[in-house]
């Protein structure tokens, strides 16, 4: 029979959770690594401690599987490397899966999706007809329209896969920027640094929610560990019944990931579309 970790189940395993300083006393931990530089998803609290919407599903992984839980704060270039030398057991770190990363280790089904979403020029949009529920297409559609990104990132390579010059900027920062003055039209970008630069400028900015990519975000585990990516897929596939761990989440983290993006819950990440 399987297992369903509840609401209070969950919580109660939370001060239960071990830092890579200071090994814990059960050998038989399950070491997660994950970079805690990335609220809501990984963080810490005001004590140090991890905290986030992955270390909840870490914490409930573990569970499942009947062992604690330790956490290995990795930065997240070093988390892979870090996975195959064996320094850690899994990756639960809002990592996407990729092709690339596929050579290198497993992945499980995946459990949330990260959607590349649209920061556009008010001014632009009112004179093109684009509004917050306007398809994707609407943009690209538009003669002339204007891009604005980031060398080596989504926001840049996306609109140039497209056929469409892009005025590099240096920083987020500066890219945000340029869509507030209006020097460019668009920013394509992954959730939170698109609303938080739109709530940040709600009368010059609005959001288009239609994603022009939605990147699966799955647990990275060796490929010598088949068995533990069977446990894996076995505990994604449940995590959307009656009472599991989606549930568990949004009542956890819902008014959070609401304040953050202002139109959605944790809901956003569930769904691919």
């Known amino acids: 029979m399987r297992k369903i970790v509840y609401v209070t189940l969950l919580l109660s395993l939370i001060p239960a959770i071990v830092m890579a300083s200071g090994r814990?006393?059960?050998?038989?931990?399950?070491?997660?690594?994950?970079?805690?530089?990335?609220?809501?998803?990984?963080?810490?609290?005001?004590?140090?401690?991890?905290?986030?919407?992955?270390?909840d599903v870490a914490t409930a992984f573990a569970e499942y599987l009947g062992r604690p839980v330790e956490i290995v704060d990795t930065n997240f270039a070093s988390l892979i490397p870090a996975l195959?030398?064996?320094?850690?057991?899994?990756?639960?770190?809002?990592?996407?899966?990729?092709?690339?990363?596929?050579?290198?280790?497993?992945?499980?089904?995946?459990?949330?999706?990260?959607?590349?979403?649209?920061?556009?020029?008010?001014?632009?949009?009112?004179?093109?007809?684009?509004?917050?529920?306007?398809?994707?297409?609407?943009?690209?559609?538009?003669?002339?329209?204007?891009?604005?990104?980031?060398?080596?990132?989504?926001?840049?390579?996306?609109?140039?896969?497209?056929?469409?010059?892009?005025?590099?900027?240096?920083?987020?920062?500066?890219?945000?920027?340029?869509?507030?003055?209006?020097?460019?039209?668009v920013l394509m970008m992954s959730a939170f640094p698109v609303t938080r630069g739109h709530l940040a400028n709600p009368e010059d900015t609005i959001v288009l929610w239609d994603p022009f990519v939605s990147s699966p975000i799955a647990m990275g585990i060796r490929q010598d560990n088949p068995d533990l990516l069977a446990r894996a897929n076995e505990f994604v596939a449940m995590m959307d019944e009656p009472g599991g761990l989606y549930e568990q989440l949004a009542e956890r983290w819902d008014d959070t990931v609401m304040e953050r993006l202002g139109r959605f819950g944790l809901e956003f990440f569930v769904n691919e579309n």
């Open 24 to 55: 814990p006393e059960q050998t038989n931990a399950l070491r997660v690594g994950m970079d805690l530089r990335y609220p809501p998803f990984e963080t810490r609290d005001d004590a140090g401690q991890p905290m986030g919407i992955s270390v």
């Open 84 to 185: 195959n030398s064996g320094e850690i057991d899994v990756i639960i770190a809002s990592m996407s899966r990729t092709e690339e990363r596929a050579q290198a280790i497993n992945f499980s089904e995946p459990y949330f999706y990260f959607k590349i979403i649209s920061l556009v020029n008010q001014g632009f949009a009112e004179a093109n007809g684009v509004t917050i529920d306007s398809p994707k297409e609407a943009l690209t559609a538009i003669d002339g329209v204007r891009f604005t990104g980031i060398t080596g990132q989504v926001s840049s390579s996306i609109p140039q896969s497209l056929g469409f010059d892009v005025e590099i900027a240096t920083n987020l920062e500066a890219a945000v920027l340029n869509v507030i003055q209006g020097t460019s039209d």
